[in-house]
């Protein structure tokens, strides 16, 4: 099993910035892909970002690139979203996800990870 455990989340405007992290503990593989969803109220799980193993490859949601930037440390086995230039449409809880042995692309799916963070909110004012 994986554990993750999300930080960072909080209260900020618009415009502003705040760095999510995540720490991974328990069974580890030699491959494994991390990802950041969020959800809304009344709305769907939706993908944010994802990074590779390596880090060597990473993967955004249109709505998203070029304000946030998704990296890893293995050796503390962590990995952070950061958030600029927040908007309020960027409220939500954020999870952590993680993924074992899969091979291909970086999922950008629900069913592409197999555990999952308690979330962090994240509340953008205007």
């Known amino acids: 099993q994986v554990q993750l455990v999300e930080s960072g989340g909080g209260l900020v405007q618009a415009g502003g910035s705040l760095r999510l992290s995540c720490a991974a503990s328990?069974?580890?593989?030699?491959?494994?892909?991390m990802g950041w969803f969020r959800q809304a109220p009344g709305k769907e799980r939706d993908f944010v970002a994802g990074?590779?193993?390596?880090?060597?490859?990473?993967s955004y949601a249109d709505s998203v690139k070029g304000r946030f930037t998704i990296s890893r440390v293995n050796t503390k086995n962590t990995v952070y979203l950061q958030m600029n230039s927040l908007k309020p449409e960027d409220t939500a809880i954020y999870y952590c996800?993680?993924?074992?042995?899969?091979?291909?692309?970086?999922?950008?799916?629900?069913?592409?990870?197999?555990?999952w963070g308690q979330g962090t909110q994240v509340t953008v004012s205007s």
């Open positions: 990074i590779s193993w390596s880090g060597g490859s990473t």
């Open positions: 328990g069974r580890t593989s030699s491959s494994r892909d």
């Open positions: 996800a993680a993924n074992i042995g899969r091979s291909g692309p970086i999922p950008q799916n629900r069913a592409g990870y197999d555990y």
